[in-house]
């Protein structure tokens, strides 16, 4: 299984983010996948993510913000008008499915990208 993160780098305060994850080698039991972040200091905190039965779970902080949409295997995000405290590695993450059918990729991922570097400069 392989998470690869696209997108990042240095981006204006102000400006906008789209980072995009693509996923492969997943058998046929389906999986969620979603969003997490981590500034330097801090633990690695999940705020977005898409479920189960297709719908889209965001952190409180995130809900607005933050915009994620699912195509088959690709995750991706978009987040406007960036700032300093954006600054983070975004990491993508996925979850397998379970038989009952549910899903939840910021609670029980077991699977990591390796993670890509934002830089909001001012």
């Known amino acids: 299984v392989q998470l690869v993160e696209r997108g990042g780098g240095s981006v204006q305060a102000g400006g906008s983010l789209t980072l995009s994850c693509v996923a492969s080698?997943?058998?046929?039991?389906?999986?969620?996948m979603g969003w997490f972040r981590q500034v330097p200091g801090k633990e690695r905190e999940g705020f977005a993510g898409t479920l189960g039965d297709g719908g889209t779970l965001y952190a409180e902080s995130a809900k607005g913000p933050f915009t994620i949409d699912r195509y088959k295997d690709t995750l991706s995000m978009q987040k406007n008008s960036l700032k300093a405290e954006d600054n983070a590695a975004y990491i993508c993450?996925?979850?397998?499915?379970?038989?009952?059918?549910?899903?939840?990729?910021?609670?029980?991922?077991?699977?990591w990208g390796q993670g890509i570097q934002v830089t909001v400069s001012s």
């Open positions: 080698g997943f058998s046929s039991r389906g999986y969620c």
């Open positions: 993450a996925a979850a397998s499915q379970r038989v009952s059918g549910s899903c939840d990729p910021v609670f029980y991922a077991n699977y």
